[in-house]
């Protein structure tokens, strides 16, 4: 890859710290790539160049972990359902939702609430002494 300016480092990683700080904000909006660009005041392909180049990843692939990061908040909260935390990351296909949680953390949405369902065991420190055994 050629050596990039000064001038346009700096200008990809404002354009990529803006892209940033809008999809924390907004992850559980119908958010797009040309959505961000205009807002941010760039091109489509400005944005795509700032992603892979400051932060090493694509736009759908960093919202996808915005997204499936606080859903793992929520479902670790428990006090919502699936379905609610489906909603509440911006997806509207409860299934669409449990197959991207499944790629992304490995396991399923259930089975991530109920292994954290587990953890706080895990920090008492009788652990031992209450049958269950930390993995």
Same mark, same amino acid.
């Given at each position: 890859?050629? +050596?990039?300016?000064?001038?346009?480092?700096? *200008?990809? =990683? !404002?354009?990529?710290? #803006?892209?940033? &700080?809008?999809?924390? @904000?907004?992850?559980?909006?119908?958010?797009?790539?040309?959505?961000?660009?205009?807002?941010?005041?760039?091109?489509?392909?400005?944005?795509?160049?700032?992603?892979?180049? +400051?932060?090493?990843?694509?736009?759908?692939? *960093?919202? =996808? !972990?915005?997204?499936? #990061?606080?859903? &793992?908040?929520?479902? @670790?909260?428990?006090?919502?359902?699936?379905?609610?935390?489906?909603?509440?990351?911006?997806?509207?296909?409860?299934?669409?939702?449990?197959?991207?949680?499944?790629?992304?953390?490995?396991?399923?949405?259930?089975?991530?609430?109920? =292994?954290?369902?587990?953890?706080?065991?895990?920090?008492?420190?009788?652990?031992?002494?209450?049958?269950?055994?930390?993995?």
């Amino acid at each position: 890859m050629p +050596i990039q300016r000064p001038s346009t480092i700096s *200008h990809r =990683t !404002s354009l990529f710290d #803006d892209a940033v &700080a809008i999809v924390e @904000s907004e992850y559980a909006t119908e958010l797009s790539l040309d959505d961000i660009a205009r807002r941010v005041a760039s091109s489509r392909r400005q944005l795509q160049r700032a992603y892979a180049e +400051i932060g090493d990843t694509t736009f759908r692939d *960093h919202l =996808t !972990s915005v997204r499936m #990061d606080k859903a &793992a908040e929520l479902l @670790s909260a428990r006090g919502l359902t699936i379905r609610e935390v489906a909603a509440r990351v911006g997806y509207r296909q409860p299934a669409q939702f449990a197959k991207a949680f499944r790629r992304h953390h490995g396991v399923s949405p259930s089975d991530f609430r109920a =292994t954290r369902r587990l953890a706080p065991a895990s920090r008492f420190d009788g652990a031992a002494h209450s049958g269950y055994v930390a993995a």
